[in-house]
């Protein structure tokens, strides 16, 4: 499955920003999947943003960003998306999209699709 994801940008602290996850037209997600957010700072390693569950739509979040962030997906559509609120500046990194077929996992490691990454930058 080929993902294509979007929606960064450069934004104030405080301010919003939602990104979108896009399965290409040929793939389909199956409802014991699992998709996820991740981000990736400068010179740090890649760590989970959010999950949720393809069939169910359970959702799970980092501490960081628990209260901030919403994840939600379109079963009909075949999108994911993150509504980012109150963005603080350690919230700038490039988000990436992912699968994981087994289920939940909060190592990016053990994903096997993942977008290009789109970029996020918080900054006054």
């Known amino acids: 499955v080929q993902l294509q994801a979007s929606g960064g940008g450069l934004v104030q602290p405080g301010g919003s920003l939602r990104l979108s996850c896009a399965a290409a037209?040929?793939?389909?997600?199956?409802?014991?999947?699992?998709m996820a957010w991740f981000r990736q700072a400068p010179g740090k390693e890649r760590e989970f943003v959010s999950a949720i569950r393809w069939g169910t739509g359970r959702s799970y979040y980092a501490d960081s960003v628990k209260g901030r962030f919403t994840i939600s997906r379109s079963t009909a559509e075949n999108t994911l998306s993150l509504q980012m609120n109150s963005l603080k500046v350690e919230d700038t990194a490039v988000y990436y999209c992912?699968?994981?077929?087994?289920?939940?996992?909060?190592?990016?490691?053990?994903?096997?699709?993942w977008g290009q990454g789109t970029l996020v930058t918080v900054s006054s």
């Open positions: 037209a040929s793939g389909r997600i199956f409802s014991s999947w699992v």
């Open positions: 992912a699968i994981n077929r087994d289920g939940l996992e909060y190592d990016p490691r053990q994903y096997d699709h």
